[in-house]
């Protein structure tokens, strides 16, 4: 015991210290004055995946201020696949960089405007996120991307029992995969809104979270409501 106490000392005395790096972005960006993403989105490629193409828009336009590189996917339900985001990609220079999910949940009916299928067979809207986040995950490792993020943001939450159940469902999943895919250099955060809060001031807390500030908040998620 005594052997193993001194030999232990003598490590800490002569041995080599490793320095762990935390996961940050190091690199000085332009100066952008308009930018929530510190213009760390400035000439990366963002992938939008959303259920409304009217809020789609409003995000497109948001990137498009942080000079960002971007394309829009439309999905009402959970059939996204590689081949989306590649069609999605042909017009931009490279892979994607970074991915906004956005889920409006401003129906209770998953039939009508969410997924297709049966509101007994898929009651939780967060299933969306999921799906869309089996798909993007896969891209974003094999491809080898840089620091990739992806931020998934529910809109138009009501005080109803359904959205609650599903906000906290969305809540815990970003949490739990936030874990698990950091471990692959993937962050993972969300942005959950209640139907109160102005779109813009919604485009411009996912665009924080999806750019360098958003490493220091992997696995959370910021409740918005008015």
Same mark, same amino acid.
């Given at each position: 015991m005594v052997l193993i106490k001194i030999w232990h000392v003598i490590k800490r005395i002569i041995g080599k210290k490793k320095y762990l790096f935390p996961m940050y972005d190091r690199n000085n960006y332009p100066i952008n004055k308009k930018t929530y993403s510190g213009a760390s989105l400035e000439t990366l490629n963002v992938l939008i995946v959303c259920n409304n193409q009217d809020v789609g828009l409003e995000f497109e336009e948001r990137l498009c201020i942080e000079n960002a590189n971007y394309s829009l996917v439309f999905k009402t339900d959970d059939s996204l696949d590689e081949n989306n985001m590649s069609v999605a990609a042909e017009k931009l220079v490279g892979k994607f960089?970074?991915?906004?999910n956005i889920v409006d949940f401003k129906s209770n009916s998953l039939d009508m405007n969410i997924i297709q299928c049966k509101k007994n067979d898929c009651s939780d809207m967060s299933r969306l996120f999921y799906q869309w986040m089996q798909i993007e995950s896969n891209y974003l490792i094999n491809n080898n991307i840089n620091m990739p993020t992806i931020t998934n943001v529910g809109? =138009?939450?009501?005080?109803?029992?359904?959205?609650?159940?599903?906000?906290?469902? /969305?809540?815990?999943?970003?949490?739990?995969? $936030?874990?698990?895919?950091?471990?692959?250099?993937?962050?993972? =955060?969300?942005?959950?809104?209640?139907?109160?809060?102005?779109?813009?001031?919604? /485009?411009?807390t996912t665009v924080?979270?999806? $750019?360098?500030?958003?490493?220091?908040?992997?696995?959370?998620?910021?409740?918005m409501n008015e």
């Open positions: 960089n970074k991915i906004i809109i =138009n939450f009501s005080d109803s029992v359904d959205d609650t159940i599903a906000k906290g469902n /969305t809540v815990s999943m970003i949490r739990g995969l $936030g874990t698990s895919l950091g471990k692959h250099g993937v962050i993972v =955060n969300g942005v959950q809104a209640c139907k109160t809060v102005p779109i813009n001031v919604i /485009t411009k924080y979270l999806n $750019g360098k500030y958003g490493y220091i908040l992997a696995g959370e998620s910021i409740n």
